[in-house]
């Protein structure tokens, strides 16, 4: 039978596709090269992999680095997606690319795509400029029938820019189906460390933020020591087919003993079972963190 397929319920996978991007910010903690992505026969090999090993329920998310930069992604890599998967897809990008890039995307990734991604970088966008195309983006997702998927906006808290934060909420409060994603300002690498907002910025975090504590997610979620299926129903998927648990394990990816192989060499193998969780800092979602309470219930 050669390798054992895995098939689960339910999966998740974090796919880094590239590390290239045509923007460069001080916050990113991604690898920056401009140029930097995989070899396009690469990228086939992996959604070939990626196909025999994961069967079932899978929501497939796609990353980068900046995803839309990447060659021949719209008009070779996504339709061979399509053909070879049934995988769901999200996907993020810094809104660089044209709209008509990314009316292309959606109309090929209609009937698979659950969520749609951007994210507000100031060294390139006015909140003026950020928040009309957003506009846009959303008209022609409706347009082209895809007015039940969401539309993510990703804003980072750094305090210089509340105020811009706050314009760019003002001008998209009102349309249908979008979020408001709204991340602490990390300062570090590993370990998650985030900047230590003083009591006024705090003050006007609660201002724009309505429906969950940003501060709270970032800093509570640890699960040092306690059992997690990530890496069973869980993947972190690096440019070159390196598979990882998680993001913890991926930002360590040069230390092989959290890797759980490649599926460029055929050697990708999932976890068996339920390991202890090493990490001082969690951003597994539900999928691995619902399992995780159910384990420390018993």
Request: with cysteine; glycine share 6%.
């Amino acid at each position: 039978m050669g390798k054992k397929e895995l098939s689960l319920k339910q999966t998740t996978i974090i796919w880094n596709m590239t590390y290239g991007c045509n923007f460069n910010c001080a916050e990113c903690f991604q690898p920056f090269n401009k140029d930097r992505h995989p070899p396009k026969q690469v990228v086939l090999k992996v959604i070939n992999e990626l196909s025999k090993k994961i069967h079932g329920n899978c929501v497939l998310k796609l990353t980068g680095g900046e995803i839309f930069t990447m060659p021949n992604f719209v008009d070779e890599i996504i339709p061979y997606l399509i053909d070879k998967t049934n995988f769901r897809l999200t996907s993020t990008t810094n809104l660089s690319a044209s709209l008509k890039t990314y009316e292309s995307f959606l109309t090929q990734g209609k009937n698979r795509l659950d969520r749609f991604s951007v994210s507000w970088h100031y060294q390139y966008f006015t909140p003026k400029e950020f928040a009309e195309k957003v506009i846009k983006l959303r008209k022609m997702m409706d347009k082209l029938g895809l007015a039940e998927v969401l539309l993510k906006i990703n804003l980072i808290l750094i305090p210089q820019n509340f105020s811009k934060l706050q314009i760019i909420k003002k001008k998209l409060k009102s349309l249908k189906n979008i979020k408001f994603h709204f991340q602490a300002f990390r300062i570090s690498f590993y370990g998650r460390k985030y900047y230590k907002y003083n009591s006024r910025e705090r003050s006007e975090i609660r201002k724009l933020v309505d429906d969950y504590s940003p501060l709270g997610y970032n800093n509570k979620r640890h699960f040092q020591g306690r059992k997690c299926s990530a890496g069973i129903n869980y993947f972190v998927v690096n440019p070159y087919g390196d598979v990882f648990t998680c993001h913890e394990a991926y930002e360590l990816e040069k230390n092989g003993k959290y890797a759980l192989g490649n599926l460029i060499d055929g050697t990708f193998e999932p976890l068996k079972r339920e390991i202890f969780c090493p990490f001082d800092y969690c951003t597994v979602p539900a999928v691995a963190i619902k399992n995780i309470v159910k384990l420390n219930k018993k």
